[in-house]
């Protein structure tokens, strides 16, 4: 038990039981940086997880933006040919002829195993049904079968501070909370104050809360790698960097003064998250533990399968995840509702295309991808018949990377506690 610095504004309201869910921010803390933090740590490094396929070329298809960042920690360096594993691109190639040879209506296993009789119209029809509902499965745009896809790096491409701001970043901001139309019916600005939230059902404080604790880790890791020598006189566009926590920043953007009251709660909802991608991962753990991770180097893959097991223990052991069985039950109003979560949050998947920071624009990419994967792993119907129930490696990339963010923000956010108490 430590007295609250005065300073400490921003986190001696964060504590006691995060919104939603039966646990203590305290022990998620413990949870996150003692077992969580450095697993995910050394599991990231690891080939399968480093390469991330995504088009950063796609127009954005809701309005015209030229305002393309100009800095060069805003630019993106692509992977050269022989830079990404044989196995990791053979898989995607693979995945690609299987597509094109179900398209022209060529053989497809399951279907002919399951009968040889159907006439060659209806398999093709089977065939469309079956897209057609793993679509209807997913809460995110398909990119990476797409000719402009190309494999990132993650780790020469670190998320940090870009500049990345003003009016560009403002309406990608607003238009993700705008398309949370699941708004306080009298409430018509566009941050929903905590206080609104108590009046929206369950599903709609979810959806919130998840958006807005992905907007909160994105702003942690700008501030816990800030552009330090910028201060110094450096300019953005300088290629001497330092990079380092800011401290000014990190208030500026969470304490009470400079939000309204709000930053605390910002904070909380990152634990909120956190604790639907936790409980995403436990419960994907069967299907995840049969995965092989596959980058065509035997021995690496190997312990990649070993270290992601051993995170999917841990992550099982948690004792009180988020209950996804009490949101959309019942009435036709609750499938209505699902349906609708599930739009709005593919638009936000789909804004993405309009980011104006080509490396704001990966990162928000792979964590909303990430997100969506958790949110089609806990709402799927097919998720319970074990063999229709599929994951593509980018999913599971996104999946793990995007939970890799959250848990570094939550070690971040002790570093910033320790420096407010010194
Ligand atoms: C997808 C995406 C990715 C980005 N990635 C990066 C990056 O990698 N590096 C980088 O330097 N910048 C990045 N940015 C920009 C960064 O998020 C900010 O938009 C920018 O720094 C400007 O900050 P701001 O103070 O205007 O407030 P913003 O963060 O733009 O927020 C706008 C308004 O939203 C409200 N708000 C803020 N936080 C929350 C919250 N957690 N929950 C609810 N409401 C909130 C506040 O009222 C605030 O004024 C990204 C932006 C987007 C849209």
Redesign the pocket.
């Known amino acids: 038990y430590f007295e609250p610095h005065t300073h400490d504004a921003c986190f001696c309201q964060l504590s006691g039981r995060i919104d939603e869910c039966t646990c203590n921010i305290d022990t998620v803390d413990h949870f996150n940086n003692v077992k969580v933090y450095p697993r995910l740590r050394s599991l990231l490094l690891k080939d399968y997880f480093r390469f991330f396929k995504a088009n950063l070329k796609r127009e954005c298809p809701f309005w015209h933006d030229d305002s393309k960042c100009a800095m060069r920690?805003c630019h993106v360096q692509a992977c050269g040919d022989g830079d990404v594993p044989v196995g990791i691109k053979g898989t995607a190639k693979l995945k690609k002829e299987e597509k094109e040879e179900d398209t022209c209506g060529g053989s497809d296993k399951e279907l002919d195993y399951l009968n040889k009789t159907i006439s060659a119209k209806m398999k093709k029809d089977l065939v469309m049904w079956t897209k057609y509902d793993d679509a209807n499965d997913n809460f995110c745009v398909v990119d990476e079968n797409d000719e402009d896809a190309e494999y990132v790096d993650l780790l020469l491409n670190p998320?940090?501070?870009?500049?990345?701001?003003?009016s560009s970043?403002?309406r990608?901001?607003?238009s993700?909370?705008l398309e949370n139309c699941f708004r306080p019916k009298s409430y018509y600005s566009?941050?929903?104050p905590s206080s609104k939230l108590n009046s929206m059902c369950l599903e709609e404080r979810v959806y919130y809360r998840a958006?807005?604790?992905?907007?909160?880790s994105?702003?942690i890791?700008?501030c816990a790698n800030y552009l330090l020598s910028h201060s110094n006189g450096l300019s953005l566009t300088d290629p001497k960097g330092e990079w380092g926590p800011s401290l000014v920043e990190f208030e500026?953007?969470f304490s009470p003064e400079t939000?309204?009251g709000?930053g605390p709660?910002?904070?909380r909802?990152?634990y909120f998250i956190y604790l639907l991608e936790l409980r995403a991962l436990a419960k994907a753990a069967p299907y995840l533990e049969q995965e092989t991770f596959y980058t065509g180097n035997e021995a690496e893959d190997f312990d990649t399968q070993m270290a992601v097991k051993d995170l999917l223990n841990i992550a099982k052991q948690f004792p009180n995840h988020f209950d996804e069985t009490t949101m959309f039950t019942g009435s036709a109003q609750a499938a209505r509702l699902k349906h609708e979560f599930k739009e709005h949050f593919l638009n936000v998947t789909r804004?993405?295309d309009c980011?104006g920071?080509d490396?704001?624009?990966l990162?928000?990419k792979l964590?909303?991808k990430g997100l969506g994967t958790a949110l089609k792993i806990l709402f799927s119907q097919k998720f319970n018949q074990k063999k229709l129930f599929q994951l593509q490696r980018e999913e599971i990339v996104a999946l793990f990377n995007a939970f890799g963010r959250l848990s570094t923000s939550i070690y971040k956010l002790d570093n910033f506690r320790e420096m407010l108490e010194h």
């Open positions: 920690y998320e940090r501070f870009t500049g990345y701001k003003g970043a403002n990608i901001w607003n993700i909370y566009l941050y929903i958006i807005s604790g992905l907007h909160t994105i702003n890791h700008l500026r953007r939000t309204n709000e709660n910002w904070l909802n990152l804004i993405m980011v920071c490396k704001c624009k990162w928000g964590q909303t």
